[in-house]
């Protein structure tokens, strides 16, 4: 049954929550603060980058509005999604300013028939939510968690076709609606309480970045031994009780959400007095990788005083523009601390306005990054870089190092065009 739903938060989750419930048949009342966004929301331009988001949302546009008022959102609304941002604070807990702010937005609509968070929030968040509803007059206002498990560049393909759709309420009518609202999209629906909904989402995210702490450690180990990091792994990764997802060794994770989750999960674990061991250690593991790099690449090249270093890729992965958490920013700040001169290439990233991006040169192309370079670094996986002439590149730089920080590039080709090829878990191969 079509539902009239009021999306709070145009970001990258809401953006695609509203669009795919527009897709699966609801009238959709998108609400942000940004007056920029919803400006350009409204005059059809799409403010982020995710595959098949700008069509869906032009598709839909009937069906699927922007505003910058919360009442207007809610008049007619029956369910209130929460997609607003829960950024970390100075403690490392989630903030939850603003998913406080559409509860307050929310007190003000008796009518509606659920309050739904999709946001990130630590455990604990539904029921004191819960609580407020019921002190201000809404227990009829049913409280579901359904969190979030889309990956940025492929979110609107994860959305309509997810391993599995979480569903938390403290009511079984409200579960029913927020299943029933996920009508025609592909995927398993696992219903439980509460609190266990909302471990699950920061359970999932945690273990997704151990694995990937995990393989850069043994990437470490390799490095060490003479063993090569993507033969172990993939062999380890054939085991289907391993798995051979994120078990990519590399400079490590960013991103918006694996950072500021661990953390969370890891301030929430010390709230109720219990250290993290594991945790802890993920983390550490994840933090000392990207300092590694540009440690491996001087122990190669020597002092980086005077010299200009290529920096592939700056987004935190391929196929987005997001900035927030990329590792190219350690990496970028450590070169720029050790004396180099930096030049970044990428496709879609915006140069942010702040240190120590204000002191880099931008290149248009792979070629004019490198050219006159002493060495290059790759930090994101862009598939451009498959169609770089390396043998030219090669001869246009000062000197023919390259470290490959998502082991894309294939060792001997790149000795074979004339490199010194550092990569993670692998020999160091040269010319
Ligand atoms: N980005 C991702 O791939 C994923 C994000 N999540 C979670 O989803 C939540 C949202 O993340 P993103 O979309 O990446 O954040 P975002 O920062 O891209 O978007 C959040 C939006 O909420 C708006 N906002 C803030 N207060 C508001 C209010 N009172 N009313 C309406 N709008 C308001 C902001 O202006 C912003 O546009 C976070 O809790 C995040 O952890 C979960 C899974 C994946
Ligand atoms: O909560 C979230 O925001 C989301 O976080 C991640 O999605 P995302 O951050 O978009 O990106 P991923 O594809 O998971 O990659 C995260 C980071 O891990 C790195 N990574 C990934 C896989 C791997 O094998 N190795 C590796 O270094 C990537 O380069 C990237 O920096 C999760 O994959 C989603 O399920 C989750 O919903």
Redesign the pocket.
Known sequence: MARRIAV???????LVTGACLAELGHTVVV????ED?VAALRAGRVP?YEPGLAELIAAHAERLTFTLD?DEATAEAEVVYV????PPTASGDADLS?VW??VD?AKRAAHLKAFVV????PVGTGARIRAVLDTAGLAQVGYGSN??????GR?VRDFMRPDRIVIGAFDEATAALVAEIHEGVDGPVITMDVPSAEMV?LTSNAFLATKISFANEIANICETTGADVTKVLGAVGADHRLGKHFLHAGIGWG???FP??AVALKALASNGGYHPQILTDVIEVNNHQRRRAVTRLKDEIGPLTGKTVAVLGMTFKPGTD?MREAPSTVIVDRLLSEGASVVCWDPMARTPAHAPWTAIRRAESVEEALSGAHAAMVVTEWPQLEAVDWRLAAESMAAAVLFDGRNVLEPERMAECGYTYISVGRATVRP
């Open positions: 709070f938060g145009a970001g990258y989750i809401g609400r942000d603060i940004a966004k982020i919360a997609c607003v941002d829960t603003r702010a559409v937005s999709k946001s990130t929030v969190p979030e498990f889309t990956a940025e979110a989402k991103g918006s959400c500021k989750d997001d």
